[in-house]
Structure formats: structure tokens, C-alpha cells
């Protein structure tokens, strides 16, 4: 019984995490307008999108192409190419089954 209760939780977890973030954000950019400043903004908050997904989706077949491509886009947001930086991490998070977030 212990156990049947423990996989209710990782399942209401999980369905949590998938569902926030499918979520789109207020006022919603298509990502094709951003300026440095917003992309720097949109790397941010993909990272937090990307790092919340792992604990659900590490491991899973397409977990090592995502996480490849998340890798080259934080290294670009972090190299000062935010624009081909947040590209790169909205595809990761697609990669995932995952609406990525926007501004």
C-alpha cells in the first residue's frame, strides 16, 4: 500500500511539472523579436525551465540530444550570444515534449 501511494505522488509530480510548463507566459512572444537584453532574460528563464524538467525527463531516449543542445545554448547565453543562446534551449525543451516559456 506504502508503495501505490509513493508512485500517486512522483504521478501528481510529474503531471505538475508537465503541465507548468506547458504553461505559456503573459504576454508571450513568439521569439522571433528579441532584442539582447530580452534574450538574456529568456536564457534565464529557460535554464529554470530546462533544470525543473531533468528530475522527469533525464534518462528518457531523447534526454541526451536535449541536453546536448541546452548545453550549447547556455554556453552561448553565457559567451554573450543570447540570441542563438535562447534558439538553442528552446529547442532543447522541445526536444523534451515541452512547450518551451517565452517572454
Given at each position: 500500500?506504502r508503495?501505490?501511494?509513493?508512485?500517486?505522488?512522483?504521478?501528481?509530480?510529474?503531471?505538475?511539472?508537465?503541465?507548468?510548463?506547458?504553461?505559456?507566459a503573459q504576454?508571450?512572444?513568439?521569439g522571433?523579436?528579441?532584442?539582447?537584453?530580452k534574450?538574456?532574460?529568456?536564457?534565464?528563464?529557460?535554464?529554470?525551465?530546462?533544470?525543473?524538467?531533468?528530475?522527469?525527463?533525464?534518462?528518457?531516449?531523447?534526454?541526451?540530444?536535449?541536453?546536448?543542445?541546452?548545453?550549447?545554448?547556455?554556453?552561448?547565453?553565457?559567451?554573450?550570444?543570447?540570441?542563438?543562446?535562447?534558439?538553442?534551449m528552446?529547442?532543447?525543451?522541445?526536444?523534451?515534449?515541452?512547450?518551451?516559456?517565452?517572454?
Open positions: 500500500m508503495n501505490i501511494a509513493h508512485y500517486n505522488v512522483m504521478a501528481l509530480s510529474l503531471a505538475g511539472a508537465l503541465a507548468l510548463g506547458a504553461l505559456p504576454a508571450a512572444s513568439n522571433n523579436d528579441l532584442d539582447q537584453d534574450a538574456s532574460e529568456l536564457c534565464i528563464r529557460l535554464s529554470e525551465q530546462f533544470n525543473n524538467l531533468k528530475p522527469f525527463k533525464e534518462g528518457l531516449p531523447y534526454w541526451q540530444n536535449a541536453s546536448a543542445e541546452f548545453a550549447t545554448g547556455k554556453s552561448d547565453c553565457a559567451a554573450g550570444k543570447p540570441l542563438s543562446g535562447a534558439k538553442s528552446r529547442q532543447a525543451i522541445s526536444d523534451l515534449y515541452v512547450k518551451p516559456d517565452t517572454l
